[in-house]
């Protein structure tokens, strides 16, 4: 098995990519156990994984459609669904909020899962195989992940605690993913 043969499945930057979605994963197992701290470790370790793989495809000519598109599903899951998940569990935990602020907050980041992965696709179809642009058209999902991390660490440390104003900047990210926002690509 060759790891730099770009026809290969399994080349050198899949197989970093698979690694983000493992660590994407396992940071959901560990929300849902309420452990927001290794899960957090976990999906920085991810993002680490997600720039890696970019930079071992254009190195080693490994781009191909194939990685484009796993490369958007670990995306999805590390940089979507996952912050998701952590800022619904984390706002439940450290906030007293009550079973309607629950459904709200719980329905917003479902809209805020769906323009990520709307994001995801738009951005699929318009890139070209080893392109890179140098502005992204909107915020990309990483960065939405951070912002939803920095409303985590907000609510862990008391300074929202209203699932109404959680709900509302989420909804604000959620719209920048998809807005015509100029971002530069590092």
């Known amino acids: 098995m060759n790891l730099f043969d770009k026809n290969n499945r399994f080349n ?13 994963l396992m940071a959901i197992f560990f929300i849902v156990q309420g452990d ?41 899951l590390s940089f979507v669904v996952m912050p998701a998940f952590l800022l619904f569990y984390a706002v439940k935990q450290y906030s007293a909020i009550s079973g309607v602020e629950e459904l ?20 699929n179809l318009k890139v070209d195989v080893g392109e ?4 992204f058209e909107g915020v990309p999902t990483p960065l939405g992940a951070i912002l939803l991390w920095v409303l985590y660490l ?27 926002l100029k971002i530069r690509h590092p």
């Open 36 to 76: 927001f701290f290794t899960a957090i470790i976990l999906a920085w370790i991810g993002g680490v994984f997600d720039i890696i793989d970019g930079k071992l495809a254009r190195k080693y000519n490994l781009s191909t459609e194939f990685g484009i598109q796993l490369d958007s599903f670990a995306d999805f």
């Open 104 to 123: 709200f907050l719980g329905l917003v980041l479902i809209w805020y899962v769906i323009n990520g992965l709307r994001r995801l696709v738009e951005f």
């Open 154 to 180: 907000l609510s862990a440390y008391s300074v929202i605690t209203s699932g109404y104003v959680i709900a509302g900047l989420v909804l604000v990210i959620a719209w920048s993913l998809n807005s015509k």
């Open 132 to 135: 890179v642009a140098k502005y």
């Open 12 to 24: 050198i930057a899949n197989i970093v990519t698979y690694l983000n979605v493992s660590a994407g």
